[in-house]
Nanobody
Framework: QVQLVESGGGVVQAGGSLRLSCAAS????????MGWFRQAPGKEREFVAS????????YNTDSVKGRFTISKDNAKNTVYLRMNSLKPEDTAVYYC????????????WGQGTQVTVSS
């Protein structure tokens, strides 16, 4: 079992920045990758970014490239999502998730943190 706890959400004006954190605990040695997803009201959950747990490969969805950066601190078992130049369309509940399968299947999820970007 892996437990995930997100923090760092809030309300920010368009053009502003936020940093989300996701602390992992439990059987973290089983993690292959960590990902950030988001779900806006009335929309399906979508992939935002991911990072390898034991390597530095990262992936971002096109809509956040150049604005969002995923990073990690293995010593703290924590993954971050730095979000710059935020837009109202970035408003969503942001979730972190852990892939313990190695094939990009995310089995463990945090409770989510709300990000609201005002125009």
């Amino acid at each position: 079992q892996v437990q995930l706890v997100e923090s760092g959400g809030g309300v920010v004006q368009a053009g502003g920045s936020l940093r989300l954190s996701c602390a992992a605990s439990g059987r973290t040695f089983n993690i292959y990758a960590m990902g950030w997803f988001r779900q806006a009201p009335g929309k399906e959950r979508e992939f935002v970014a991911s990072i390898g747990w034991n390597h530095e490969n990262t992936y971002n969805t096109d809509s956040v490239k150049g604005r969002f950066t995923i990073s990690k601190d293995n010593a703290k078992n924590t993954v971050y999502l730095r979000m710059n130049s935020l837009k109202p369309e970035d408003t969503a509940v942001y979730y972190c998730a852990a892939d313990t399968t190695g094939i990009s299947v995310y089995s463990y999820w945090g409770q989510g943190t709300q990000v609201t970007v005002s125009s």
